[in-house]
C-alpha cells in the first residue's frame, strides 16, 4: 500500500538556520507529492506541491524536489524564521486516486 | 471567499454518548472527505463523498461510524457509543473534484477536536 515516512522530530533551531525534513515514499505508479503545514491553533495548508518527476515545489522559501530514484521529497528552507514554527506534513496521493496518505509529521520549533 | 467551516470546533462527550460533527465545504467543490487525526500522527482517511454518495467508506474504522452528504454539500459524521479511543481531531477537507491524474487541491478546514471522556 501507500506509505510516507518522514524525519521525527521535534526539530529545533536558530533563526536564519537551514532547515531540512527528510520524507520518503511507498507507492505504486507516480504519485503527487505534498508538503502540508499546520501553524500553531490553525488548520492544515497546502505548502507545495509536485505532480511529477524531477519537478520542484516552492512556496514561502521552501522547496522540496520530487525524486523518484530516491524515492524522495525533501523540504528545504535556507533561512528559516520564528514564524515558520510550524507541524509540516509530507503526503501522497496516487495518481486517479482521491485520498490523501500522511506521514506522521515533523515539528519544528524557530527560535529568536 | 469562505473556506472550509466545521462545527463545533470542540466537542467533550461522555463515553457511550452519540454525536454528530458538521462540515460544510467550499461552495461548488463537490469532493468532500473526512480523516481523522490522533495526536502526534498525521491524518488518516477515513470517508470521501462525490456528490452525494460516498465513493469510498473504507477508512471507517467501525460500524459506529457513518457520514452522510444528502444535498452534495454539507456533510455530517456521526459516532453512535463514542469510546475513549474515538478520541482525535476530525477534518473535513473538500476540492474541486476527486481523483483525476492530476489530483486537484484538497482544502482542509480547522478541525474538530472530540474528547471522550
Known amino acids: 500500500g501507500n506509505s510516507v515516512t518522514q524525519m521525527e522530530g521535534p526539530v529545533t533551531l536558530s533563526e536564519e538556520a537551514f532547515l531540512t525534513i527528510n520524507c520518503t515514499y511507498t507507492?505504486?505508479?507516480?504519485?503527487?507529492l505534498f508538503w502540508y503545514v499546520q501553524y500553531p491553533g490553525e488548520g492544515l495548508q497546502l505548502l507545495l506541491k509536485?505532480?511529477?518527476?524531477?519537478d520542484k515545489g516552492s512556496n514561502k522559501g521552501f522547496e522540496a524536489t520530487y525524486r523518484k530514484e530516491t524515492t524522495s521529497f525533501h523540504l528545504e528552507k535556507g533561512s528559516v524564521q520564528v514564524s515558520d514554527s510550524a507541524v509540516y506534513f509530507c503526503?501522497?496521493?496516487?495518481?486517479?486516486?482521491?485520498?490523501?496518505?500522511f506521514g506522521a509529521g515533523t515539528t519544528v520549533t524557530v527560535r529568536a | 471567499g469562505a473556506g472550509v467551516s466545521q462545527t463545533p470546533s470542540n466537542k467533550v462527550t461522555e463515553k457511550g454518548k452519540y454525536v454528530e460533527l458538521r462540515c460544510d465545504p467550499i461552495s461548488g467543490h463537490t469532493a468532500l472527505y473526512w480523516y481523522r487525526q490522533s495526536l502526534g500522527q498525521g491524518p488518516e482517511f477515513l470517508i470521501y463523498f462525490q456528490g452525494t454518495g460516498a465513493a469510498d467508506d473504507s477508512g471507517l474504522p467501525n460500524d459506529r461510524f457513518f457520514a452522510v452528504r444528502p444535498e452534495g454539500s454539507v456533510s455530517t459524521l456521526k459516532i453512535q457509543r463514542t469510546e475513549r479511543g474515538d478520541s482525535a481531531v476530525y477534518l473535513c477537507a473538500s476540492s474541486l473534484t476527486g481523483g483525476g491524474v492530476i489530483p486537484h487541491e484538497q482544502f482542509f478546514g480547522p478541525g474538530t477536536r472530540l474528547t471522550v471522556l
Open positions: 509536485a505532480t511529477k518527476a524531477d
Open positions: 503526503a501522497l496521493q496516487r495518481s486517479n486516486d482521491y485520498k490523501l496518505s
Open positions: 507507492a505504486t505508479g507516480y504519485p503527487s
